[in-house]
């Protein structure tokens, strides 16, 4: 079932999405009306999503950051909210829509409607009774345009709401925070346990670490009545939960196992059972099919034992333990791959004898779209022009090849030639260069792994967290990757290969909050996959969680994870 294909979800620059706000008032589409759907956004997900009736006091900035935060405070206010708005300024420097929406507010005050306080702070003084008694702060001081650092007025606030035992949402971004920082932190900038931000994210929406101390802090995205068409970037930077939509679609009522492709893990060698036996159950889990695992015939028991649905084919070795290479000869290597769709190659291989020798003519002589990942990747280092040529030679024949690489930094830097500090300083353009040079899909993993396209465009993940520094992750991935690529990759190998990274993610975020970050397993990620998938990335309101985990219906109480009041939510998106 093809179905109707979700467009990617962009990241923008700041420029970018300056362009896209002149474009959208282009098209008729007002800088007030969007003003007015962002601070509605803002307060529709405070009242969602923070319990507790305590006043919200909004920091408002005199740009149009603050206008959307004294939006918000209207409709909180609306809602029965007690709500306070502190302005960092005279009311006299406030200018344009957000002019016009301060006049609204202190409208509201002067008819005593109640429900709604206004404080000019325009000295250190004022920001103590400004904050005193707050529940919640809406961080509503600067916005993308702004570069930092803090100063003044603004720079006092952030160390004054830092004081506080107040929850946080940050307006756009936690003021301060350069929203083209590729950086993981900002110091300088304003705490957040909650970032709202709109149209599309920006790169620190992705690359950084927004709710510091919180593992699951929401970043979501609210669309304002943008036209699509004026959301542009030139980066070429997408973000991977869009593709998950996937995987969404109900399976054709008619299905069988045969349609769900079958997916072939070669790996293992002498104890190193667990990586092909964890690599063929993720496989299973993510939706493949059959799944067979081409193992060693020492370790046949061993693995045979994991899962009762699994299939085994025995690989002969040599006597340093490599891999025969009797086995590629042209009638063993059919018997071989009869009936499969797919190949997961590489987990727990290791390196003895003839290994490595033995992958490079597997990849050279098996044309069907293959997943390469550990020790498989070990082989081709140093021999990464072999990729160049096959992929040259099968365009050449009118037969595409499909190959995704899912190295780890020093995979990725013995592949590369280079220093693992290196890869770490380019991530993105090394990706991309590599993708690109060698016409494969490359999955380069770590905070934020990237997935690198044959055409140069890249997307970002935002799922996963430190539970998953743990043995085994990569190997559950490459079995995601190639059920996704059986299931999918007919139709999109980008969407599928992205969908899985996504989901590999998401299902350990789903393992870490059923347990401690310390504890959970590589296989305690394989059983939460079913929660991932069931996962929506867009919430029943509208919102698009870039990260964090939501429960429909639930919020973190106010009070803040810094007071040990907060507690993180249970579920990402909605389920259906």
């Given amino acids: ?3 109707k294909q979700t467009a990617a979800m962009k990241i923008l620059t700041a420029e970018e999405m300056g362009a896209a706000d002149r474009r959208s008032v282009e098209n008729g589409v007002s800088v007030w009306a969007l003003m007015q759907h962002a601070g509605a956004a803002v307060a529709g997900f405070c009242q969602r999503r923070l319990v507790g009736g305590g006043l919200v006091v909004v920091l408002a900035g005199k740009g149009n950051n603050g206008g959307d935060g004294m939006v918000a405070a209207l409709r909180l206010a609306e809602a029965g909210r007690r709500v306070r708005v502190a302005l960092l300024s005279r009311v006299g420097d406030v200018k344009s829509e957000a002019a016009e929406v301060l006049e609204a507010v202190l409208r509201r005050r002067d008819e005593g409607r109640g429900g709604l306080e206004f404080v000019e702070v325009t000295e250190a003084a004022h920001l103590q009774r400004a904050l005193e008694g707050a529940s919640l702060v809406i961080d509503a001081v ?11 007025l603004a720079e006092m606030a952030r160390l004054a709401v830092q004081a506080s035992e107040a929850a946080v949402v940050a307006v756009d971004l936690p003021s301060g925070w350069d929203a083209d920082s590729m950086q993981m932190h900002a110091p300088e900038a304003f705490h957040a346990d909650a970032v709202v931000t709109f149209t599309a994210p920006k790169l620190a929406h992705v690359f950084g670490h927004l709710t510091e101390g919180e593992t699951f802090g929401p970043v979501v995205v609210a669309g304002i009545g943008t036209p699509p068409a004026a959301i542009r970037s030139e980066s070429g930077l997408h973000w991977t939960g869009t593709a998950k939509a996937i995987a969404e679609r109900p399976r054709a009522i008619d299905g069988n196992k045969g349609r769900m492709g079958h997916v072939l893990l070669v790996g293992g060698a002498f104890g190193k059972a667990g990586a092909p036996s964890m690599a063929s159950v993720a496989a299973l889990r993510a939706g493949a099919g059959l799944v067979t695992a081409a193992v060693p015939q020492e ?19 040599e006597g340093s333990g490599g891999l025969a290479l009797e086995m590629l000869e042209e009638a063993s290597l059919a018997n071989l791959l009869k009936g499969i769709s797919v190949v997961g190659l590489g987990p727990g291989l290791g390196q003895a004898g003839t290994t490595p020798e033995w992958v490079r003519r597997f990849v050279e002589r098996v044309t069907l779209p293959m997943v390469i990942d550990a020790d498989a990747l070990n082989a081709l280092s140093g021999q990464t022009m072999l990729l160049k040529r096959v992929v040259r030679e099968a365009a050449e024949r009118g037969e595409p090849r499909t190959i995704v690489l899912t190295p780890h930094p020093g995979e990725m830097a013995r592949l590369a030639g280079m220093t693992v500090r290196e890869v770490e300083a380019d991530r993105v353009g090394l990706a991309r260069r590599f993708a690109q040079e060698h016409g494969v899909t490359l999955v380069l993993k770590g905070w934020r792994t990237l997935v690198a396209h044959p055409d140069g465009s890249v997307a970002v993940n935002t799922t996963g967290n430190p539970s998953m520094a743990k043995g085994g992750s990569g190997d559950v991935l490459t079995g995601v990757v190639a059920a996704m690529l059986g299931q999918y990759g007919a139709e999109s190998v980008a969407r599928a290969v992205e969908a899985a990274v996504f989901l590999h993610g998401l299902a350990g975020d789903f393992a870490c909050l059923a347990q401690d970050e310390h504890t959970v397993l590589a296989t305690d990620t394989v059983g939460h996959l079913w929660q991932a998938f069931r996962a929506r990335v867009t919430d029943v309101e509208g919102f698009t969680w870039i990260a964090g985990t939501a429960s429909a219906g639930r919020g973190m109480v106010t009070g803040g994870a810094r007071s040990g009041t907060a507690t993180p939510e249970t579920g990402f998106g909605s389920e259906r």
């Fill in 1 to 3: 079932m093809a179905g």
């Fill in 142 to 152: 600067v916005g993308t345009g702004f570069k930092p650092p803090l100063r003044g």
């Fill in 299 to 317: 370790i046949v028991p061993i693995v045979a034992a994991v899962a009762p649905e699994l299939m085994l084919l025995p690989l002969a070795t």
